[in-house]
């Protein structure tokens, strides 16, 4: 059993989803808590979306949104669900991003540009509902990486990915004020966990003790 966790039995696992902006430093965290006994850590999906039976879906959204969200949209909330219905061994479950910012950042993002149509939002509305009371969606802590926008623009100019090629400080500035009114004003959405803000614009260099913040607050109300 692992050092950093109590040896109870637990019902299921405790699961914290991190999100945050595009470029905002999601998979430093997560690789940081890779370390830790006790902690499954499930990366988002982004090979999947990149080859889905040989279709990079990642890329076509961004080439041509109007023409390709609702498919992207729809694989993407298929391949999270997986994530959340994933039974793991380790008591925490440490997720990417998780249907809820599917929903509330990129879904409400593409139906504010009209890149989805009313229709198209209704169809993923009923199925965000079924799932949700049909599936344990359950979460326990939300851990926020803020940033600016202009700092993951930045940082998504530097790492040069070639499907974000496309990706304009516009769309990281709509995508960031989704998750303000979601996550941080909390007016969006209802949140549903309690809500850890870490500041995220810090240097990799010294964001290990904003994480630590973190990392105390996942073990002690696991524990
Ligand atoms: P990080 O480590 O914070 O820089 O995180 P990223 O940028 O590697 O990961 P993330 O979640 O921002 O997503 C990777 C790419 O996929 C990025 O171009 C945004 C896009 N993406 C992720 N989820 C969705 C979604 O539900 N809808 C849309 N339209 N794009 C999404």
């Known amino acids: 059993m692992s050092k950093d966790v109590s040896p109870r039995k637990f ?32 990366a988002e999906p ?8 040989g279709h990079n879906l990642l890329e076509k959204m961004y080439s041509d ?7 992207f949209q729809s694989y993407v909330q298929l391949t999270m669900l997986q994530l959340h219905t994933l039974k793991t061994a380790d008591p925490i479950k440490l997720m990417e991003r998780s249907i809820y910012s599917v929903r509330n ?8 540009s009209k890149c989805l149509d009313e229709c198209s939002v209704s169809v993923f509305d009923e199925w965000f509902k079924w799932t949700k009371e049909n599936c344990d969606l359950s979460i326990d802590l939300i851990v926020y990486l803020r940033t600016s926008p202009e700092i993951a623009y ?36 209802k ?13 990799k ?17 696991r524990a």
């Open 154 to 189: 930045e940082r998504t100019v530097k790492r040069n990915r070639p499907e974000e090629q496309t990706v304009s400080f516009n769309y990281i500035r709509d995508i960031h004020n989704m998750h303000e009114d979601w996550l941080y004003h909390k007016t969006l959405f």
């Open 205 to 221: 260099s010294i964001i290990q003790e904003e994480y630590l913040k973190c990392k105390t607050q996942i073990f002690t109300n």
């Open 46 to 53: 982004v090979d999947k979306w990149r080859n889905c039976s």
């Open 105 to 112: 950042c990129f879904v409400e993002q593409m139906a504010r």
């Open 65 to 71: 949104p109007k023409k390709w969200s609702f498919t």
């Open 11 to 42: 019902k299921r696992n405790f699961t914290v989803i991190v999100e945050g902006n595009i470029g905002s430093g999601k998979t430093t965290f997560l690789n940081y808590f890779q370390q830790f006994n006790g902690v499954s850590v499930l």
């Open 191 to 203: 949140c549903p966990a309690p809500v850890l803000i870490i500041d995220a614009n810090l240097d």
